[in-house]
């Protein structure tokens, strides 16, 4: 059962959530050992909530939910980032985020593991240790919101949150066979405090199985927060629950790597078995023979929004922690981001965002001639448990990186992410233009690794995607993983 269908058995009163909430801890106890997904339970206070449940006719009424250990901070519960400067310290406040998760009467369970500070596109924090992948063991769940996607890959839940800054719901989706909604901009409710996560970047949101979860989470958790920076009018109820037949689309398909590498035969072979299915249909079907966007620009761009805004990270952190933080305090990785974002001026952090306007007006003049975007999620299937290790000459100028030059740290940055960013660089686009991005598990490797694909709409049209997505469903084109 979805997560739909579980709160409609909670209010017909088929089940009550302290089943569900006791079912729950009992698959997580008997699963986790092996995927490493959960990294904090609040199973007592889990336990005593469903026992005082009141029941007001949520839409999520008791169905048990995991947060990810990154951001989605809850009053009084551990959120360690994957880190080991937060390895102990309880969050003062509950986000706007997590109370309206609760307001649908989600009975939140713990949190899920993730990379340091989620800049990696698996999950591998030397705090907690990686994620294996719920469909093969020897493969990372990939990131960063890599424990979520176990918990939902393996049963433990039907719906977990995410969080996707450049791809972090729909990479994991795609290598674990869930379905993936990154929301546009402004979508999803933010703050308190809080409001341009990697300059608009970051969204919140969640990983599935089913089109209606998907549906459902997305009616009840978009917000028009006129308090923030980029407020979005709310979908209605129509507009998302539409049950005409889909009309007729303009398709353009997108095969080439942003960056220049390979994509494996089984991407692209799931792409074009997508295009083929929206061409026996009828619709119009176009393979782009040109990138409207610069994908190697837009990448080292987005290495430079993202390493000010981990400098301003711990700046704050230095703050709360009332001294400097060290190489000792972090992941090697982590400490060349942060080193590097130093020596950024303004006037090129607001070049670049002036860039991602740019990007956003390419990618919109896209939309006017096609209705959706269709392009590989991940350029490879799952990688291995340990993946991207760095050489040794590569780690000794990242421990020196403060002796190089600014734009020698810039390079290493690339050099760093390089083979990662090969493997998964169609994502990153979306997050940077604000636009809604959906993966769809549509395909397996001859290993059983899942593939999905990548669907991406105007800015506002998550309507569009989700009803692509019903459409696939019914159609089952969908090969969720079933646990």
């Known amino acids: 059962m979805d997560a739909t269908s579980l709160a409609e058995a909670v209010r017909l009163k088929k089940v009550s959530p302290l089943e569900l909430v006791t079912e729950t801890i009992q698959r997580a106890h008997t699963l986790n050992p092996s995927l490493n997904a959960i990294v904090y339970e609040q199973y007592e206070e889990a336990l005593e909530k469903a026992k005082h449940f009141q029941l007001t006719n949520q839409p999520f009424a008791g169905v048990p939910i995991f947060l990810k250990d990154l951001g989605q901070e809850q009053k009084g519960s551990i959120c360690t980032y994957g880190s080991r400067l937060f390895k102990d310290v309880k969050s003062a406040q509950t986000d706007n985020f997590v109370k309206r998760l609760e307001e649908l009467g989600f009975i939140i369970m713990g949190r899920t593991n993730t990379p340091e500070f989620g800049f990696k596109t698996v999950s591998d924090a030397a705090l907690h240790g990686p994620v294996r992948n719920a469909v093969n063991f020897e493969r990372n769940a990939g990131g960063s919101s890599g424990g979520a996607a176990a918990v939902v890959a393996s049963g433990i839940t039907p719906i977990a949150a995410a969080s996707d800054g450049g791809g972090s719901i729909r990479i994991p989706a795609s290598h674990n066979g869930l379905i993936g909604l990154k929301p546009s901009r402004g979508r999803v409710i933010v703050g308190p405090g809080s409001y341009r996560g990697w300059n608009g970047a970051t969204v919140h949101f969640s990983l599935t199985k089913t089109a209606r979860d998907t549906r459902n989470l997305l ?200 083979e990662s960013v090969a493997d998964t660089p169609f994502t990153q686009r979306f997050n940077i233009t604000g636009q809604p991005a959906i993966s769809l598990p549509v395909h397996h490797t001859k290993d059983g690794l899942p593939i999905g694909v990548q669907l991406a709409a105007a800015k506002g049209r998550e309507d569009l995607l989700l009803q692509i997505a019903e459409w696939f469903e019914q159609e089952q084109l969908l090969q969720v993983t079933k646990q």
């Open 219 to 418: 009616f009840h958790m978009q917000e028009c927060q006129m308090e923030s920076p980029f407020p979005l009018p709310k979908l209605s109820y129509d507009q998302l629950y539409k049950t005409e037949k889909i009309k007729l689309l303009r398709v353009a398909v997108l095969l080439q790597s942003p960056v220049g590498e390979a994509i494996s035969r089984d991407s692209v072979d799931a792409v074009m078995k997508i295009a083929h299915f929206f061409e026996n249909h009828g619709h119009s079907v176009t393979l782009l023979q040109k990138d409207p966007v610069d994908g190697i620009a837009l990448q080292k761009g987005f290495y430079i929004i993202s390493a000010v805004e981990t400098a301003l990270m711990f700046q704050n952190i230095e703050c709360q922690l009332g001294r400097q933080v060290t190489r000792d305090d972090m992941e090697l990785m982590t400490w060349a981001i942060y080193r590097s974002g130093m020596d950024i001026s303004g006037m090129e952090y607001s070049k670049v965002a002036s860039s991602w306007d740019n990007y956003a007006e390419q990618m919109s003049q896209l939309h006017e001639q096609y209705d959706v975007l269709l392009l590989p999620t991940v350029a490879q299937a799952a990688p291995s448990l340990h993946p991207y290790e760095l050489s040794a000459e590569l780690q000794s100028k990242l421990i020196r990186i403060d002796d190089f030059t600014k734009d020698q740290k810039q390079q290493l940055l690339w050099e760093m992410f390089e």
